[in-house]
């Protein structure tokens, strides 16, 4: 049993979406959260140079007496996730693009998937590695979505006009009534999930690897004895930190957390 917070980390506010994923699924666990937006994107960056801002995340939250390391981001993930691992003695529970799930829906019936992420996420090997384990007979489609990323960073999200814009400027080149799913593979996107559905056909399902992910973090804490003992009644602390230490981004963080997502 441990008491201490779990640390999370993102570039910026889209490991929000991820800590109200794990703070519904795990409501006894404190969470201390940091996001790096003044480092961010992470998704357009070298990936040496995201490895040295994760260490440097992680070794904040460290400090701060976190009990595991949650990567609530898939860049950092790919670039970060088994240095990470190797360094410290602390669980590290990664995320990658929910791709697993979208192909495993078919029941034998081929799945033509769309897989939205950062260009760092689909470039590296951990991306291809998983395309290559799941292709078989499905068509995987990759876009990287930048804007998508900015426009939450400057908390614009709710900008409904300009969100259905970007979004529909991306999905452009594909045929769209052809598709299975499409998979939300960084965690800013599930901010804008009810626009994709308003977007998307009905026949289209939209994933994301955050319950899955919380699934994860509960195994881990539970196989290594980490879960919290609290009194039933006890509601989960959730700490919010950024680099970017401003009125403005704290209020945005806090609105992320607590609002409906947007419609
Ligand atoms: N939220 C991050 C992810 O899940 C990346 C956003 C960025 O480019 O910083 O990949």
Same mark, same amino acid.
């Given at each position: 049993?441990?008491?201490?917070?779990?640390?999370?980390?993102?570039?910026?506010?889209?490991?929000?979406? +991820?800590?109200?994923?794990?703070?519904?699924?795990?409501?006894?666990?404190?969470?201390?959260?940091?996001?790096?937006?003044?480092?961010?994107?992470?998704?357009?960056?070298?990936?040496?140079? +995201?490895?040295?801002?994760?260490?440097?995340?992680?070794?904040?939250?460290?400090?701060?007496?976190?009990?595991?390391?949650?990567?609530?981001?898939?860049?950092?993930?790919?670039?970060?996730?088994?240095?990470?691992?190797?360094?410290?003695?602390?669980?590290?529970?990664?995320?990658?693009?929910?791709?697993?799930?979208?192909?495993?829906?078919?029941?034998?019936?081929?799945?033509?998937?769309?897989?939205?992420?950062?260009?760092?996420?689909?470039?590296?090997?951990?991306?291809?590695?998983?395309?290559?384990?799941?292709?078989?007979?499905?068509?995987?489609?990759?876009?990287?979505?930048?804007?998508?990323?900015?426009?939450?960073?400057?908390?614009?999200?709710?900008?409904?006009?300009?969100?259905?814009?970007?979004?529909?400027?991306?999905?452009?080149?594909?045929?769209?009534?052809?598709?299975?799913?499409?998979?939300?593979?960084?965690?800013?996107?599930?901010?804008?999930?009810?626009?994709?559905?308003?977007?998307?056909?009905?026949? +289209?399902?939209?994933?994301?690897?955050?319950?899955?992910?919380?699934?994860?973090?509960?195994?881990?804490?539970?196989?290594?004895?980490?879960?919290?003992?609290?009194?039933?009644?006890?509601?989960?602390?959730?700490?919010?930190?950024?680099?970017?230490?401003?009125?403005?981004?704290?209020?945005?963080?806090?609105?992320?957390?607590?609002?409906?997502?947007?419609?």
């Amino acid at each position: 049993m441990n008491n201490a917070p779990i640390g999370v980390f993102d570039s910026g506010m889209g490991g929000i979406s +991820v800590v109200r994923q794990i703070r519904q699924d795990l409501p006894h666990e404190d969470i201390l959260f940091y996001g790096d937006s003044a480092h961010a994107p992470y998704g357009t960056k070298p990936t040496e140079q +995201v490895k040295e801002l994760s260490f440097a995340v992680t070794r904040h939250l460290l400090s701060r007496g976190v009990k595991a390391i949650v990567i609530a981001c898939n860049t950092a993930t790919s670039a970060a996730a088994p240095d990470l691992r190797s360094s410290f003695s602390l669980p590290v529970i990664g995320m990658e693009p929910a791709l697993k799930v979208a192909c495993g829906r078919g029941e034998g019936k081929p799945q033509n998937v769309l897989v939205l992420a950062t260009s760092l996420t689909l470039r590296e090997r951990k991306f291809a590695r998983l395309v290559e384990q799941v292709r078989g007979n499905n068509t995987i489609h990759t876009q990287a979505c930048p804007d998508l990323v900015s426009l939450v960073e400057s908390g614009k999200v709710e900008d409904r006009d300009l969100a259905i814009k970007t979004i529909t400027s991306y999905l452009k080149p594909y045929d769209l009534n052809s598709l299975d799913s499409v998979v939300l593979g960084c965690t800013h996107f599930i901010f804008y999930r009810n626009y994709f559905r308003q977007i998307l056909p009905d026949s +289209v399902a939209i994933i994301d690897g955050n319950a899955g992910t919380s699934h994860h973090v509960r195994a881990i804490l539970e196989e290594s004895g980490n879960l919290a003992d609290r009194p039933d009644n006890y509601q989960g602390q959730v700490t919010l930190e950024n680099s970017q230490n401003t009125k403005e981004l704290d209020l945005l963080a806090r609105h992320l957390l607590e609002a409906p997502l947007p419609r």
